[in-house]
Nanobody, 122 residues
Framework: QVQLVESGGGLVQPGGSLRLSCAAS????????MGWFRQAPGKEREFVAG????????YYADSVKGRFTISRDNAKNTVYLQMNSLKPEDTAVYYC???????????????WGQGTQVTVSS
């Protein structure tokens, strides 16, 4: 079992930055590939970024490529999502997730956090 807790969300102006954190407890996070998804009101949950167990491979949705960076610190059992050049369309609840490998579908992950709200607005 893995428990995931996201933090770092909030209100930011367009063009601003936020860093989300995902703290894991229970089984060590290094046993899992980790991902970030997001869900806007009235829309399906969508893949944002993923990172392999040791951090050697990353993968991004086209909509965030070049603006977001996923990273992990296995010693701290924490995964991060650095979000730069934020746009209003990035507004959503962001979820941290853990699974066997990086995949863009929600069914590929075993554990989910409760989510953190990110709002991009002037």
């Amino acid at each position: 079992q893995v428990q995931l807790v996201e933090s770092g969300g909030g209100l930011v102006q367009p063009g601003g930055s936020l860093r989300l954190s995902c703290a894991a407890s229970g089984r060590t996070v290094s046993s899992y590939a980790m991902g970030w998804f997001r869900q806007a009101p009235g829309k399906e949950r969508e893949f944002v970024a993923g990172i392999s167990r040791r951090g050697g491979s990353t993968y991004y949705a086209d909509s965030v490529k070049g603006r977001f960076t996923i990273s992990r610190d296995n010693a701290k059992n924490t995964v991060y999502l650095q979000m730069n050049s934020l746009k209003p369309e990035d507004t959503a609840v962001y979820y941290c997730t853990a699974g066997g490998s990086i995949t863009v579908v929600t069914t590929g992950y075993d554990y989910w956090g409760q989510g953190t709200q990110v709002t991009v607005s002037s």
